[in-house]
């Protein structure tokens, strides 16, 4: 099965620094790849994805890249601010010849961000 | 709007009670999805409801019963649990099962005694 794995585990940066978090999947066939933010106490929000027809993908401080070839995606974010700290998390999925996943997401072990004031 | 809400956000039960977790969507997915979360670990897929079908049983526990009355709504039925079944418990949808998009509720917070 497939198999994602993230690194740094924790990862601590000034206000107004990059962070940049790395994954690696092992499933060539994985063709969807969600990043999820879970501030402590709640529920995974999807901050962006990227399908493996595109290369990039922006949105406003967030941006994603994948290397299909390298297999593996990161997320990037710019410019991060305090309420940027949580935990993320990646994930990979593929959809079968037919189109049915059944979205069976493999998430990473995720990365605590801080972000210091 | 991409809100799943789940009730209740808290549960404490006893390893005899019968409770229930619910989960509510109304975005016109078709695809719904229970997680399983514990501190500190990313989410585990339990079982994915397609059309109202159950596509995906994860080898749970049968103590963890599933049910989908309809399309908009998913219960989590919790029968003879164990401590180690204190987790997060995450509901999720989708447009599609087909790789679409997956929301996450808020989750339910669940304490086995």
């Known amino acids: 099965g497939e198999n994602v794995e993230q690194h740094p585990s924790t990862l601590s940066v000034q206000e107004g620094d990059s962070a940049v978090i790395k994954c690696t999947y092992s499933?060539?066939?994985?063709?969807?790849f969600p990043w999820y933010k879970q501030e402590l106490g709640k529920g995974p929000q999807l901050i962006i994805d990227?399908?493996?027809?595109?290369g990039e993908k922006k949105d406003q401080r967030i941006a994603v890249t994948l290397n299909k070839t390298a297999k593996h995606f990161s997320l990037h974010i710019t410019e991060t601010q305090p309420e940027d700290s949580a935990v993320y998390f990646c994930?990979?999925?593929?959809?079968?010849?037919?189109?049915?996943?059944?979205?069976?997401?493999?998430f990473g072990q995720g990365t605590i961000l801080t972000v210091h004031p | 709007d991409t809100e799943v809400t789940q009730t209740p956000k808290h549960l404490v039960m006893g390893m005899t009670n019968k409770k229930s977790l619910k989960c509510e969507q109304h975005m016109g997915h078709r695809a719904m999805y229970w997680y399983k979360q514990k501190a500190k670990k990313p989410p585990e897929l339990m079982f994915v409801?397609?059309?109202?079908?159950?596509?995906i049983n994860e080898s749970v526990p049968s103590r963890f019963s599933p049910e989908c009355p309809n399309s908009s709504l998913l219960n989590l039925h919790l029968h003879a649990l164990q401590p180690e079944d204190s987790a997060l418990y995450l509901c999720a949808s989708s447009l599609r099962s087909s790789g679409n998009t997956i929301y996450f509720g808020e989750g339910s917070w669940l304490t086995v005694v």
């Open positions: 994930a990979a999925s593929h959809s079968n010849a037919g189109g049915t996943s059944y979205g069976k997401l493999t």
């Open positions: 499933d060539s066939a994985s063709n969807y």
């Open positions: 409801y397609s059309y109202e079908k159950l596509s």
């Open positions: 990227i399908r493996s027809n595109v």
